[in-house]
């Protein structure tokens, strides 16, 4: 835990096709994490679209970060339009180094494999991206938040919002973790047990794969690209 006088700088890359609530869910978070500054930061001031067209705008650009506390990873569509984006993997390298957390939602955790920071890491992600971690050195872990050290990795979307209370906790202990939470009534019952790769029906399962199928294909060939230049050996 990070003493309470200890001011926090904490901040979110924001990027084109982001899937808005690796972001959003994770700030209603970080957001309110006490004695922190909250920023969002992209690689311009303009304004992008989530991947379903939410406009979001960010706060300052790469360049005007300060050096972070807390970096905060999210993924989407566009994660993969920056795999190779040297200014945006080596911003990432560079904050992680001097940040005290690293969290990362969905494949924003394949962002940060990008920028070499899985190596031999436990990590999660996306169920149709689960799969791709070994490329980049991480040791697999099928569960909704897992922590390794400084790094804290959220799987799907909405995991986002238990990995950011898992951080607020590592930060400022668990009660200020806990009022976070009750303030955004956050206690969730889902209609169906639907959620997961091994609960979801086989039929609704096959749907969603072939969905992201395209995409699945595109970040396979990446991963192989970087894993080579790395150095790294799928498994």
Known sequence: MIPHDVHLQIGSLLFEAVDQIDLTGPFEV????????????????????????????????????????VLHVPGGFGQEALMEDAEVVDWIRRQAAGACSIFSVCT???LCGAAGLLRGRRATTHWASFHLLPFFGAIPVNERVVVDGSHIFAAGVTAGIDGALRLAAELRGEDAAR???????YAPEPPFDSGTPETAPPAILQQARQAVQAITAQREDTARRIAARLGLVEG
């Open 30 to 69: 970080l957001s309110r994490i006490p004695n922190s500054t909250y920023r969002v930061y992209a690689k311009t001031m303009a304004p992008v679209r989530d991947i379903k067209g939410l406009r979001l705008t960010p706060d300052a650009t790469l360049a005007e970060a300060p050096p972070l506390d």
């Open 108 to 110: 924003g955790a394949l």
């Open 179 to 185: 009022a976070i939470q009750l303030y955004m009534a």
